[in-house]
Nanobody, 126 residues
Framework: QLQLVESGGGLVQPGGSLRLSCAAS????????IAWFRQAPGKEREGVSC????????NYADSVKGRFTISRDNGKNTVYLQMSSLRSEDTAVYYC???????????????????WGQGTQVTVSS
């Protein structure tokens, strides 16, 4: 069973940058597509970005395109979310999630991700 642990959250000023990490264990992570989701207080959970098993394909929500970059290092069983030009509306708890797939080069934020981390808080404020 895949276990996921997020880290790297914190307080950052508007316009700043932050890098989140998602460390996988319990199974070889390269069998899984991995995604980042976020949930702000009083709002529904939102898909942010996903990356394919081999790291060669990515998808992003329109709200973060051009500002966020997802990547993965399968040798380290870790997925990263580099966030730049942060805005107050990016404030949320960020979760990484995984789904086992036979598709080597596909991912979608609409998939049913069944492995979740505990989340890490990102606060963008001056």
């Amino acid at each position: 069973q895949l276990q996921l642990v997020e880290s790297g959250g914190g307080l950052v000023q508007p316009g700043g940058s932050l890098r989140l990490s998602c460390a996988a264990s319990g199974f070889t992570s390269d069998y899984y597509a991995i995604a980042w989701f976020r949930q702000a207080p009083g709002k529904e959970r939102e898909g942010v970005s996903c990356i394919t098993r081999d790291g060669g394909g990515t998808n992003y929500a329109d709200s973060v395109k051009g500002r966020f970059t997802i990547s993965r290092d399968n040798g380290k069983n870790t997925v990263y979310l580099q966030m730049s030009s942060l805005r107050s509306e990016d404030t949320a708890v960020y979760y990484c999630a995984g789904v086992r797939t036979t598709l080597f080069r596909a991912c979608a934020l609409s998939w049913q991700y069944n492995y979740w981390g505990q989340g890490t808080q990102v606060t963008v404020s001056s």
